[in-house]
C-alpha cells in the first residue's frame, strides 16, 4: 500500500514540475529572446543563433539617444500614477459608502456605474475626444488621467465594494463607541483593514494607465505627453523598415516599471488575494 503511495506521489510531482516547466517556458522564451535581442548588432536580429554573435549597444545608444524613449517611459509612469491616485481618491469613499451604507436606489446607481465595464471603449473615443478639445484638456496629463477614470473607476468599485460589504458593522460601532465619529472610524479602523486591496488595486490601476494604448494615442499628439505604448505602435508600423533590435530594447524598457513595481507590491498582493478567498 505504502508503495502504492509511493508511487502516486512520484508521478503527481512529475505532473506538477513538467506542467511548471511548461508553463515557465511560455512565459521565459518570449521574454528572453527580448532581451537577447536588444544586445545583437542590427545585421544579427534574423539569425539563427539565440546568443548574439557580438554583444552591442547600438540600439541603447539610439533608443536613448535618437528616440529618447526614456521620456516616453516617465510619460507612462506620470500617466499611470496620477491615473491611479486619482481613482483611489474617488473609488475608496465610494465603494465604502456602496459596501456599508443602505440608501436608496444603492444597487440601480451600483450597477449603473459598473455596466461601463461591458461598454466597448473604443466607441467613446470620439465623444471623449470632441469634448477634451472643447474643454482644454486634450494633449494634457491630467486629460488622461480623468479619461482613464471612465474604466478604472468602475473596476475599483466593483473590487472595493466587495471587501468593505464583508467586514463586520461591529467594527465601525466599537469605533464609535471609543469617541470617534464616522469619518474617524471611517480613516482610522477601515481603511488600515483596507491597505493591502488598496495597495493592490493601486498597481493593477498603475497597469491600466500605464500600457493604455487607446485613449494615449487618441488624446495626444507627438507635441504632448505621449506614452511608450504609442511610441511602441509607431516604431513597429511607422517606418519602411522595423528597426527590430530597437524595438526590443524598447519592450525591454517598458516592461521593467511594472516588474519593480510588482516586486514591491507583491506583500499586499498576495494578502489581497488571502483575504478574498476567506
Given amino acids: 500500500m505504502a508503495y502504492v503511495t509511493d ?18 517556458s511560455i512565459i521565459l522564451i518570449p521574454y528572453s529572446y527580448i532581451a537577447l535581442t536588444a544586445f545583437k548588432a542590427p545585421g544579427e536580429v534574423f539569425e539563427v543563433e539565440w ?7 547600438e540600439a541603447w545608444r539610439y533608443t536613448f539617444k535618437t528616440v529618447e ?6 510619460n507612462s509612469f506620470i500617466a499611470g500614477l496620477g491615473a491611479a491616485i486619482l481613482s483611489l481618491f474617488i473609488a475608496v ?9 443602505q440608501f436608496r436606489g444603492k ?11 461591458l461598454f466597448p471603449y473604443v466607441l467613446l473615443i470620439v465623444p471623449i475626444t470632441i469634448t477634451w478639445i ?13 479619461a482613464y477614470q471612465i474604466f478604472i473607476i468602475p473596476f475599483a468599485l466593483w473590487i472595493l465594494r466587495g471587501f468593505f460589504a464583508e467586514l463586520p458593522p461591529s467594527l465601525e460601532e466599537c469605533a464609535m463607541v471609543y469617541g470617534c465619529t464616522q469619518f474617524q472610524a471611517f480613516y482610522r479602523v477601515m481603511l488600515p483593514l483596507a491597505r493591502p486591496v488598496i495597495v493592490s488595486l493601486l498597481f493593477m490601476t498603475f497597469l491600466i494607465g500605464w500600457s493604455d494604448f487607446l485613449f494615449s494615442n487618441m488624446l495626444t499628439t507627438g507635441e504632448g505627453p505621449r506614452t511608450a505604448s504609442v511610441i511602441l505602435y ?12 530597437v524595438l526590443m530594447v524598447m519592450t525591454l524598457m517598458a516592461g521593467i516599471p511594472p516588474v519593480l513595481l510588482y516586486i514591491l507590491a507583491q506583500k499586499q498582493l498576495m494578502k489581497t488575494f488571502a483575504v478574498r478567498r476567506r
Fill in 7 to 24: 508511487r502516486s506521489s512520484f508521478v503527481h510531482k512529475t505532473l506538477a514540475y513538467a506542467g511548471l516547466i511548461l508553463v515557465l
Fill in 51 to 57: 546568443f548574439p554573435q557580438e554583444w552591442s549597444l
Fill in 69 to 74: 524613449f526614456q521620456k516616453y517611459i516617465f
Fill in 93 to 101: 469613499p465610494g465603494a465604502y459608502i456602496f459596501g456599508r451604507k
Fill in 107 to 117: 444597487e440601480i446607481f451600483f450597477y449603473i456605474i459598473t455596466v461601463a465595464l
Fill in 134 to 146: 472643447r474643454i482644454g484638456l486634450y494633449d494634457t496629463l491630467p486629460g488622461l488621467w480623468i
Fill in 234 to 245: 509607431v516604431t513597429a508600423v511607422g517606418g519602411e523598415r522595423v528597426e527590430w533590435e
